[in-house]
């Protein structure tokens, strides 16, 4: 099946630190790529929708110079929290999907747990 | 807006038996997907279930199976034989159809699936 990854799993900063996280879409081409924020014992809340070669949509609320999406290939998007606060941490998942396989199904990736000091 | 409502926060099973849980949900499309998630403790998000809001036949994935009643806008998920590896949250979620994948999930907040040896 389609094999999602994240990198880091895990990161740790200090506040006012930018921190990047990589999704990259492992044997397929991902032409969307979504970023969900998931807060300890809650649900997943859509951050942003990114399609290969645009600029991202984000969902009402999320501040788009906070979290800056890029989605410069068909296997990779990344997600930079930029001047991070501790309120930032969080959970971040992202999941792609590819219009070029046939099928609409999201695949998701592990997640990356970040945590700002 | 669409909306996804899990009224069960927690829910517990006896190994083997069978559990249902219950999911609801708001939109005013005609044409959508829904979905059941599985979050195990290591937090991958795993998909269980889909149904196409066009299709009335409910569908069926082994031991799961859903009762999609789309005037009642409800969607509930039955698990039969429950097992240990069933534990974990489960999110119901809604997707627009837009013909492309290109839409995010809108998730519920879950419900925290416990099963009793």
């Known amino acids: 099946g389609a094999v999602v990854s994240q990198h880091p799993s895990w990161v740790i900063c200090k506040s006012g630190t930018s921190v990047k996280i990589e999704c990259r879409s492992l044997?397929?081409?991902?032409?969307?790529m979504f970023w969900y924020r998931q807060f300890p014992k809650q649900s997943l809340m859509l951050m942003a929708t990114?399609?290969?070669?645009?600029?991202?949509?984000?969902e009402q609320g999320v501040e788009k110079d906070k979290f800056l999406i890029n989605h410069a290939s068909l296997t990779l998007s990344t997600l930079t929290v930029t001047s991070a606060h501790p309120e930032d941490s969080s959970f971040y998942i992202c999941?792609?999907?590819?219009?070029?396989?046939?099928?609409?199904?999201?695949?998701f990736g592990p997640g990356t747990r970040l945590t700002v000091l | 807006a669409q909306t996804v409502t899990q009224s069960q926060p927690e829910m517990s099973v006896q190994e083997a038996e069978t559990v249902t849980l219950s999911c609801t949900y708001d939109?005013?499309?005609?044409?959508?997907?829904l979905f059941w998630y599985k979050q195990p403790p290591s937090r991958q998000m795993i998909l269980v279930i889909r149904?196409?809001?066009?299709?009335?036949q409910n569908a069926t994935e082994n031991r799961f199976s859903v009762n999609f009643q789309k005037a009642a806008k409800s969607f509930s998920l039955k698990i039969s034989d429950s097992q240990l590896g069933d534990a974990a949250m489960y999110f119901c979620?809604?997707?627009?159809?837009?013909?492309?994948?290109?839409?995010?999930?809108?998730f519920g907040k879950g419900t925290h699936l416990i099963i009793q040896p």
């Open positions: 979620a809604y997707r627009v159809y837009s013909g492309g994948g290109a839409d995010g999930l809108t």
């Open positions: 999941s792609a999907s590819s219009r070029l396989a046939g099928t609409d199904t999201q695949y």
């Open positions: 149904q196409e809001a066009y299709k009335q």
């Open positions: 990114s399609n290969e070669g645009s600029k991202a949509t984000y």
């Open positions: 939109t005013s499309e005609s044409d959508y997907y």
């Open positions: 044997d397929f081409q991902a032409t969307t």
